[in-house]
């Protein structure tokens, strides 16, 4: 996991869900995988996923950590 995913599921933790979602259980996965001290690499369907993720829930995520998912996504640069 590089230090941009662990940004942004960070801030994907700390987002408000509609109840029963399944990107709730997916943001808290990812918070926790990113509290570990050396976290498994993401696949590449995981990164695509999490990036996905931040940018429907935009709102809520600063703008900072949005731009930095819009990168991951047009670079695909997830699985290093």
Same mark, same amino acid.
């Given at each position: ?5 662990? /940004? !942004? @599921?960070?801030? #994907?933790? @700390?987002? /408000?869900?509609?109840?029963? +979602?399944? /990107? ?7 918070? #926790?995988? +990113?509290?570990?001290?050396?976290? +498994? ?19 809520? !995520? ?19």
């Amino acid at each position: 996991m590089t230090e941009n995913q662990k /940004t !942004i @599921a960070r801030a #994907l933790a @700390a987002c /408000t869900f509609f109840p029963g +979602a399944g /990107t709730k259980r997916f943001a808290a996965d990812m918070a #926790l995988r +990113a509290l570990e001290p050396a976290p +498994a690499p993401l696949t590449p369907k995981q990164h695509r996923y999490l990036c996905t993720a931040a940018m429907r829930y935009r709102r809520q !995520i600063t703008a900072a950590v949005v731009q930095l998912a819009e990168q991951e996504l047009a670079g695909e640069g997830g699985t290093k």
